[in-house]
């Protein structure tokens, strides 16, 4: 129920998912970008599930982290289930790229 500010891409950096060692985003950053550019749904192959599988925990982990400091209640419900029949993640919240995204 609640939007988070268009800011946010900065704070969210600072939430975790950038490398301060590294300079440069994280794994799991590159992920919430495809999540966004998906419209909140991430397909995977077979082959590939298991390192999508992988950012997707980091994500959850992350987000649930940030959100709650920002004193939004989280369910504990999945924020980013999997269909194993569609081989899907799909978002339970709204997340997507802005116009200006490039």
């Known amino acids: 129920d609640r939007m988070l500010s268009p800011c946010t891409c900065e704070e969210l950096q600072d939430a975790g998912f950038w490398d301060r060692h590294a300079q440069r ?3 799991a950053w590159d992920a919430l970008l495809l999540l966004a550019e998906g419209n ?3 397909s995977t192959s077979f082959k590939d599930r298991r390192h999508v ?5 980091e994500m959850r ?3 649930r982290a940030y ?3 920002e004193g939004i209640e989280i369910s504990d419900s ?6 194993k ?10 997340i997507g790229v802005g116009t200006n995204f490039k």
């Open 25 to 27: 985003p994280t794994k």
């Open 40 to 42: 909140g749904t991430r």
């Open 53 to 57: 599988e992988i950012r997707m925990s």
């Open 61 to 63: 982990r992350k987000l």
């Open 67 to 69: 959100l709650t400091s």
């Open 78 to 83: 999945d924020p980013l289930p999997y269909d």
């Open 85 to 94: 029949h569609t081989r899907t993640y799909t978002a339970t919240f709204t």
